[in-house]
């Protein structure tokens, strides 16, 4: 009996601290992600509504192909040339050398797309992050749960 108090007493060591807080740290982490995900959604509308309120259509050049992020080269009607420093929005199947057309905002020629993609190819990426995030966090935090009350 006086072995049951003695250890009733003692504080939760860390490693049982860390245990009771995992299933915490996985949901904020998925509640993270899956907010991210929305941002980079949200954002590609709204540079969309910006280049559409004042577009302008040029043909440009791929200088570099990439998944993430291609190169491009175009001329305004001014005669200006232009190489937006992050490339061109939704840039995929895109090949180095390649003539596209491009949509770009007449106010901000750095802000450009490929003609006729628009955000909503960012909406599937997204809810696949999503949909990954909380399929990893929640059954996790199932098991950890489920662990805890069979310990108890």
Same mark, same amino acid.
Request: proline share 6%; net charge positive; hydrophobic share 50%.
């Given at each position: 009996?006086?072995?049951?108090?003695?250890?009733? =007493?003692? @504080?939760?060591?860390? =490693?049982?601290?860390?245990? /009771?807080?995992?299933?915490?740290?996985?949901?904020?982490?998925?509640?993270?992600? =899956?907010? $991210? @995900?929305?941002? +980079?959604? %949200?954002?590609?509308?709204?540079?969309d509504h910006t280049i559409? #309120? !004042?577009?302008?259509? @040029?043909?440009?050049?791929?200088?570099?192909?990439?998944?993430? /992020? #291609?190169?491009?080269?175009?001329?305004?009607? !001014?005669?200006?040339?232009?190489? &937006?420093? $992050?490339?061109?929005?939704?840039?995929?199947? %895109?090949?180095?050398?390649?003539?596209? !057309?491009?949509?770009?905002?007449?106010?901000?020629p750095d802000l450009v797309?490929?003609?006729?993609? !628009?955000? #909503?190819?960012?909406?599937?990426?997204?809810? #696949?992050?999503?949909?990954?995030?909380? +399929?990893?966090?929640? &059954?996790?935090?199932?098991?950890?749960? /489920? /662990?805890?009350? @069979?310990?108890?």
């Open positions: 009996m006086l072995v049951n108090l003695a250890a009733e =007493s003692r @504080a939760p060591g860390p =490693s049982t601290r860390t245990r /009771r807080r995992l299933p915490t740290v996985l949901v904020v982490i998925a509640t993270v992600v =899956s907010a $991210l @995900a929305v941002l +980079l959604v %949200l954002a590609a509308w709204r540079n559409s #309120s !004042d577009e302008g259509v @040029a043909t440009a050049e791929v200088l570099s192909a990439g998944r993430l /992020r #291609s190169a491009v080269s175009f001329v305004t009607p !001014d005669g200006e040339m232009h190489n &937006p420093k $992050l490339g061109v929005l939704y840039p995929t199947n %895109l090949i180095a050398g390649q003539r596209i !057309d491009v949509e770009y905002s007449r106010s901000d797309r490929v003609a006729g993609r !628009d955000a #909503s190819v960012a909406v599937v990426p997204a809810l #696949s992050v999503i949909v990954v995030a909380w +399929l990893i966090a929640g &059954p996790s935090v199932l098991l950890i749960r /489920r /662990r805890e009350r @069979a310990q108890t």
